[in-house]
């Protein structure tokens, strides 16, 4: 099992930024990738990004490339989303997960942190 615990959310003006961190423990020697999601009122959860493990290629939506991005620090086992120029339409619930091949997908997953952007 692995377990994920995110932070950093808050409230913050167009604009701004903010830098969401997801914490890892646990059998983690079984991700083979990071993923950010987010879910908005109403609306259908949302790939952000996520970061391979094994090189460190990143992918990202569409809608967050060129202002998101996603680091990591392995001594600690967590993973960052920072987040510039937010827009009103980024907010929402985001979730940070652990993936694996083996394990078919995404199978792990935190329990959410808010961010809200105000215009």
């Known amino acids: 099992q692995v377990q994920l615990v995110e932070s950093g959310g808050g409230l913050v003006q167009a604009g701004g930024s903010l830098r969401l961190s997801c914490a890892a423990s646990?059998?983690?020697?079984?991700?083979?990738?990071m993923g950010w999601f987010r879910q908005a009122p109403g609306k259908e959860r949302e790939f952000v990004g996520s970061?391979?493990?094994?090189?460190?290629?990143?992918n990202y939506a569409e809608s967050v490339k060129g202002r998101f991005t996603i680091s990591r620090d392995n001594t600690k086992n967590t993973v960052y989303l920072q987040m510039n120029s937010l827009k009103p339409e980024d907010t929402a619930v985001y979730y940070c997960?652990?993936?694996?091949?083996?394990?078919?997908?995404?199978?792990?997953w935190g329990q959410g942190t808010q961010v809200t952007v105000s215009s």
């Open positions: 997960a652990a993936g694996s091949v083996a394990l078919g997908g995404y199978y792990s």
């Open positions: 646990g059998r983690t020697f079984s991700i083979n990738r």
């Open positions: 970061l391979r493990w094994s090189d460190g290629y990143r």
